[in-house]
């Protein structure tokens, strides 16, 4: 039973989704940190201000909050546009290397070492 359990935790796609799984829970920090102390801060609570709604978790009509659900959705939009311009962004870079790739795998080769010494020989033959 133990070697079951071991055969199966040790399996090649057990293994890769616990190291996705933890870095998708590091990489989800980093992207709430980057919604709540920098986006929130700089565009949604001067914009809120602007439209007189800076505490939109607390709108209440007949005892449903209404104000955390959009709270919510705004939030949920918020991490997704930011999600989509950080993927996009490393989809750009990862095309850029794949392009340099390309580029120095596309690079023709020269001649081969038969072909240079079949040249230097009839060289060699017309100079005499």
Excluded: C, H
């Excluded at 796609?13 to 590091?26: E, L, Q």
């Excluded at 790739?101 to 040249?119: C, D, I, K, N, Y």
């Amino acid at each position: 039973m133990l070697k079951d359990l071991k055969a199966f935790l040790l399996r090649g796609n057990v293994v890769d989704m616990a190291v996705g799984v933890i870095i998708a829970g590091a990489f989800g920090a980093i992207v709430q940190s980057l919604v709540q102390d920098v986006i929130t801060p700089l565009f949604l609570t001067p914009a809120l201000k602007a439209a007189g709604a800076e505490k939109i978790a607390e709108l209440r009509w007949n005892g449903v909050a209404y104000g955390n659900f959009l709270s919510a959705i705004i939030n949920f939009v918020i991490v997704g546009t930011v999600l989509f311009f950080i993927v996009k962004a490393m989809e750009k870079a990862q095309n850029l290397k794949k392009k340099e790739v390309e580029a120095t795998e596309e690079a023709p080769a020269g001649p081969s070492q038969e072909e240079l010494l079949a040249e230097i020989r009839d060289l060699l033959k017309n100079k005499s």
